[in-house]
């Protein structure tokens, strides 16, 4: 005896299967929903330890959620912040596919930079192995990268890993030794400065390797030519084109 079991037809809009896929694609993941930073404590608590900050568009991983708060993972910050300021399922996947950051990193000596997805189509130029790009969508057996400000190119997708990055929240202790560094770095930059401006006024005086002083735009200057001689060469050839602008300097 055979029974017949009638399935009611079913209508799937496109949108739907978009937010499942970037559904999947996040798992269980929690964004940020601010303007600038939120905070993250060690315990469900508003008076609890501040352990670190969630940034625009960052997310992390659910690890527990209650009525009012949630307990989340984020690169290496680990607590608590109020649902309130956060996003999850599909807005949470929606912010993310805005927000993430997709890389293409060249895995073969050389890959070219087509000026569109065919094999036969003419080449802006070429990527290095370890190269990393800015990817702009994946189109089955093609990526499009950002070549240039301006310039979109394609790669072929078996040369290349694509990579889907979301920024992640960071701990009091990263944020203490960003700022830090930010610190050191300002202050060596004044005292370049200071050396640059003593030197325009004061006779100039040749040092035992001939060395040469420039402001920052002399260093622009300088990494305009090599890009522009020898962008497509490797690190060490770049260095050699450096060396001999440098070295008719000295003449």
């Avoid at 990268?145 to 301006?150: A, K, P």
């Avoid at 944020?175 to 830090?180: D, L, M, N, S, T």
């Avoid at 090599?226 to 060490?236: F, K, L, M, P, R």
């Amino acid at each position: 005896r055979v029974i017949e079991i009638k399935i009611p037809e079913t209508t799937i809009s496109a949108d739907s299967v978009k937010s499942s896929a970037s559904s999947s694609r996040w798992g269980n993941l929690v964004m940020a929903n601010v303007d600038d930073s939120l905070n993250v404590r060690a315990e469900a608590s508003e008076n609890s330890e501040l352990v670190g900050k969630l940034f625009k568009n960052c997310g992390g991983e659910v690890l527990e959620k209650t009525a009012e708060w949630t307990k989340f993972k984020s690169g290496n910050l680990e607590g608590w912040a109020k649902n309130e300021f956060l996003l999850f399922g599909d807005e949470a996947a929606a912010l993310a596919d805005e927000a993430v950051e997709i890389t293409a990193t060249v895995k073969t000596d050389s890959l070219r930079v087509r000026k569109e997805a065919d094999e036969e189509a003419e080449v802006y130029g070429l990527l290095a192995n370890g190269d990393i790009a800015e990817a702009v969508e994946e189109l089955g057996d093609w990526v499009s990268i950002q070549y240039d400000t301006d310039i979109v190119g394609y790669v072929a997708a078996e040369y290349v890993d694509v990579a889907y990055e979301l920024g992640e929240g960071k701990t009091t202790e990263e944020i203490k030794a960003q700022e830090e560094a930010k610190k050191a770095l300002e202050k060596r930059a004044a005292e370049e400065k200071a050396k640059v401006e003593a030197s325009r006024t004061t006779a100039t005086v040749e040092t035992n390797n001939g060395a040469v002083t420039g402001d920052v735009n002399d260093v622009l200057l300088l990494a305009a030519l090599i890009q522009s001689e020898a962008g497509h060469e490797t690190y060490a050839g770049q260095v050699s084109v450096g060396t001999v602008v440098m070295n008719r300097l000295r003449n």
